[in-house]
Nanobody, 119 residues
Framework: VQLVESGGGLVQAGGSLRLSCTAS????????MGWYRQAPGKQRELVAG???????NYADSVKGRCTIPRDNAKNTVYLQKNSLKAEDTAVYYC??????????????WGQGTQVTVSS
């Protein structure tokens, strides 16, 4: 199983960004998918998550500025971020709880994509 992210880059403060993450491989079932971020010198933190049924949760710091759509048929999760702030600058990681064929559920991570917000 592999997670591949795309969509990071340099964005001006107040702008918007959309990240994508697609899971591929021998996937039987996908449970929760989400996005985490890690800023320099800080611990990795949850940004947003979405369960296969559609329920979501968001970090307080991004509520109202962020949505996390998901396409179950494509095993793809997105992160739409608006009104970006300098403090949103971080490496963003995709995470998914996946059961490959013949195995139980496990956590998988993408390689990370850099988001830099310039003020």
């Amino acid at each position: 199983v592999q997670l591949v992210e795309s969509g990071g880059g340099l964005v001006q403060a107040g702008g918007s960004l959309r990240l994508s993450c697609t899971a591929s491989g021998s996937i039987f079932r996908t449970n929760v998918m989400g996005w985490y971020r890690q800023a320099p010198g800080k611990q990795r933190e949850l940004v947003a998550g979405i369960f296969s049924g559609g329920s979501t949760n968001y970090a307080d710091s991004v509520k109202g500025r962020c949505t996390i759509p998901r396409d179950n048929a494509k095993n793809t999760v997105y992160l739409q971020k608006n009104s970006l702030k300098a403090e949103d600058t971080a490496v963003y990681y995709c995470n998914a709880n996946i059961a490959p064929y013949g195995s139980g559920f496990g956590d998988y991570w993408g390689q990370g994509t850099q988001v830099t917000v310039s003020s």
